[in-house]
């Protein structure tokens, strides 16, 4: 079956360390984005990328870092710069080639400051 | 102003109540534009994408208004399992914004 698998499912973080979220793909998407979502709150863009080798930041890159070194995969790092990191993180992908395709979330990943 | 504004909601109907929500977006140049269904503590999930023409499936019709920026959602004979946030998006090239969703419980 295709689809995208984030893992892990949750994740705690301790002051001042990194973290990385695991975003992969089946679906031969070009395009991967990493939205974070707050309780009772919209999805909000952290990174995207359209194409591998290449990304750009969103709405609120402060505090995150990402590699696009192969087209299946989109990780995301939490830095320690990052104060309030407890979130629920969604990894998404989209076809670009019909600028009428909708984007696929995997079941995302739910991360606590310990 | 946010770039993809919904009515706030909260929705709270009957079961077999028709309610519809509203989205209005400022980019004009927005490409592409679809509804998404949130459970709770889960991923959005696809519910329909929308045209200028209009868009039904089953229950759900969904429609966009070019001129006046907006999209909106229309659920006819609401079932309890129907209670979800959705989300309408819309997208240009390379980015998608989501908006904040609009929260809907039907009650028995």
């Known amino acids: 079956d295709g689809g995208i698998t984030q893992s892990p499912k949750y994740l705690f973080r301790k002051e001042g360390q990194n973290v990385t979220l695991s975003c992969e793909q089946n679906l031969n998407h070009d395009a991967m984005y990493w939205y974070r979502q707050d309780p009772g709150q919209g999805l909000r863009l952290i990174y995207y990328?359209?194409?591998?080798?290449?990304?750009q930041k969103g709405d609120i890159a402060e505090g995150y870092s990402v590699s696009r070194e192969k087209k299946e995969s989109f990780p995301l790092t939490v830095t320690s710069a990052q104060k309030n990191p407890t979130a629920f993180y969604l990894c998404?992908?989209?076809?670009?080639?019909?600028?009428?395709?909708?984007?696929?979330f995997g079941d995302g990943t739910r991360l606590s400051i310990l | 102003r946010k770039e993809v504004e919904q009515d706030p909601g909260p929705f709270n109907v009957p079961e077999g109540a028709t309610v519809a929500f509203n989205c209005t977006y400022s980019n004009s140049a927005s490409q592409s534009f679809f509804w998404y269904r949130q459970d709770c503590r889960k991923e959005p999930k696809l519910l329909m994408s929308v045209y200028s023409s209009g868009n039904e499936d089953g229950r759900f019709t969904a429609q966009l208004n070019r001129a006046s920026q907006y999209i909106s959602l229309l659920i006819r004979d609401s079932k309890l399992s129907d209670s979800a946030t959705y989300l309408c998006v819309v997208n240009w090239t390379g980015k998608s914004t989501f908006g904040d969703g609009t929260t809907l419980t039907v009650k028995p």
């Open positions: 998404a992908s989209r076809d670009e080639g019909s600028r009428a395709q909708p984007q696929h």
């Open positions: 990328s359209q194409i591998v080798n290449d990304f």
